[in-house]
């Protein structure tokens, strides 16, 4: 029996942003039950020699825009009218990621990640910029002072560090992942399955 699902995820993937958009109707149905793990992109990449599907498949025009068709029936199914591409896209996301870990710390992780999720890709802000990052925290009403000197910190800096490294060595290589026990699913579209292994394993 398992009560959790891991949920890792990086800021700068629009597939995680449609992920966590959906995951509470999932949770309407099976409870509240996914725990966000937030992971560097770019660190997993360097650790597995893994790419990104825009740089994968830049010679391949009809994968990418098979991939963009399949984001599209992915919103129109799950009603993600909210979302919109990233112009700035894509984003060094290490402050954003220091910041989540900080603000588990401070107790105010699940705003933080709202704030910057809406950010990213409903807002469409320059999220890199860390003025841009401290206004959006502020305007959220979180202390964005606090956390981006916490974000600073070796200790809160080695929490991100460990937490990517862990999730490369249970054998993640890209964002979003899930975990249901040792389990691991791949991508926004594996969502059906996540929530079909979790109900087998507490059947």
């Given at each position: 029996m398992t009560r959790t699902i891991d949920f890792y995820f990086d800021f700068g993937s629009p597939n995680a942003y449609l992920s966590y958009r959906v995951l509470p109707e999932i949770e309407a149905r099976i409870g509240k039950v996914f725990v966000l793990k937030p992971v560097l992109l770019g660190g997993v990449f360097k650790a597995t020699n893994n790419r990104s599907p825009m740089e994968a498949f830049a010679g391949i025009p009809a994968k990418l825009a098979y991939e963009r068709k399949e984001m599209e029936r992915f919103i129109t199914r799950h009603a993600l009218a909210r979302f919109r591409m990233n112009p700035y896209f894509p984003i060094n996301t290490l402050a954003q990621m220091r910041g989540a870990h900080a603000a588990r710390r401070l107790g105010i992780f699940d705003q933080y990640v709202e704030a910057v999720m809406a950010g990213m890709w409903e807002r469409q802000l320059g999220m890199g910029d860390p003025e841009v990052l401290a206004q959006?925290?502020?305007?959220?009403?979180?202390?964005?002072?606090?956390?981006?000197?916490?974000?600073?910190?070796?200790?809160?800096?080695?929490?991100?560090?460990?937490?990517?490294?862990?999730?490369?060595?249970?054998?993640?290589?890209?964002?979003?992942?899930?975990?249901?026990?040792?389990?691991?699913?791949?991508?926004?579209?594996?969502?059906?399955?996540?929530?079909?292994?979790?109900?087998?394993?507490?059947a």
């Open positions: 959006v925290l502020n305007e959220a009403g979180l202390p964005a002072a606090d956390l981006l000197r916490l974000s600073q910190e070796p200790d809160v800096k080695q929490s991100l560090v460990d937490e990517t490294s862990n999730f490369v060595e249970r054998g993640g290589f890209g964002i979003p992942t899930f975990f249901v026990v040792d389990e691991m699913f791949f991508g926004k579209d594996r969502l059906a399955q996540v929530e079909e292994a979790f109900i087998e394993h507490n």
